[in-house]
C-alpha cells in the first residue's frame, strides 16, 4: 500500500472524545475516500472527496466530518466519538474521479476502539 | 442501485485443492468489478480488476477471475490453494464514473494443512 498514509494505526477514545483520523498520499491522486470496516458488512463508504475543495457524502457520514484543503490530506475527523463508531478505517486514493485504468490505492487501516 | 454479494461468508479448503469465491454484481451497464484481499490486521490489497475486454482476468499470487454478463458474476478462482492465502476476500464495484468502491461482505478463506 505504497503512497497512502494513515495515522495513528491504533487509537482508543472514551466516548465523547473527539479525534482526527490522518491520511495521506503523495501520488498527486485527485479522489480520496475514507471508509470503514465492520464484521459480515464489507467497507462502507463515509465520505470522498474529488479534489481540493471538494468532498461528499458516502454511504454512512454521520458522526464524521471530512475536509480537503491540499491534494495531498484528507483527514477524517470524530467530533463525539459512541460505541457505534468502534471499527476499522481505510483511507483511499485514485488518479480521477473514474475507476476505469486507475488502481485504488488503499491505505493499511486504523483501529478505533470507543470505549 | 449498484450491489455486490458474496453468498460464502466462510469457506474452508485444504492446502493444494482449487479455490472459487463467488461474487455477484447487480449493475445494469458494464460494471468495473475488483477482488481484494486482507490479511488479518492488515490492510487491502488489489488482486485483480475488470474493466472491459477479456472476460477471464490474470492477477497477482496466481488468482483469476472471470466476468460472467449472463449470470452477473465476477468468481474469484486459483487452481492450487497455499495457507498463505487464508485471509479475507473482497469483491467490489465502482459506482459509476466516481471511483467509489461498493464491496461486498467478505468472504472468510481458512486453508486447512
Known amino acids: 500500500n505504497a503512497g497512502v498514509t494513515q495515522t495513528p494505526k491504533f487509537q482508543v477514545l472514551k466516548t465523547g472524545q473527539s479525534m482526527t483520523l490522518q491520511c495521506a498520499q503523495d501520488?498527486?491522486?485527485?479522489?480520496m475516500s475514507w471508509y470503514r470496516q465492520d464484521p459480515g458488512m464489507g467497507l462502507r463508504l463515509i465520505h470522498y472527496s474529488v479534489g481540493a475543495g471538494i468532498t461528499d457524502q458516502g454511504e454512512v457520514p454521520n458522526g464524521y466530518n471530512v475536509s480537503r484543503s491540499t491534494t495531498e490530506d484528507f483527514p477524517l475527523r470524530l467530533l463525539s466519538a459512541a460505541p457505534s463508531q468502534t471499527s476499522v478505517y481505510f483511507c483511499a486514493s485514485s488518479y480521477s474521479r473514474g475507476a476505469s485504468g486507475n488502481t485504488i490505492y488503499f491505505g493499511e487501516g486504523s483501529w478505533l476502539t470507543v470505549v | 442501485a449498484q450491489s455486490v454479494t458474496q453468498p460464502d461468508i466462510h469457506i474452508t479448503v485444504s492446502e493444494g485443492a482449487s479455490l472459487e469465491l463467488r461474487c455477484n454484481y447487480s449493475?445494469?451497464?458494464?460494471?468495473?468489478l475488483f477482488w481484494y484481499v486482507q490479511s488479518p490486521g492488515q490492510g487491502l490489497q488489489l488482486l485483480l480488476k475488470y474493466f472491459s475486454g477479456d472476460t477471464l482476468v490474470q492477477g497477482i499470487k496466481g488468482f483469476e477471475a472471470e466476468f460472467k454478463r449472463s449470470q452477473s458474476s465476477f468468481n474469484l478462482r486459483k487452481p492450487s490453494v497455499h495457507w498463505s492465502d487464508a485471509a479475507e476476500y473482497f469483491c467490489a464495484t465502482s459506482s459509476g464514473n466516481t471511483g467509489k468502491l461498493i464491496f461486498g461482505q467478505g468472504t472468510t478463506l481458512q486453508v486447512k494443512p
Open positions: 449493475y445494469g451497464a458494464t460494471p468495473y
Open positions: 501520488m498527486n491522486h485527485e479522489y
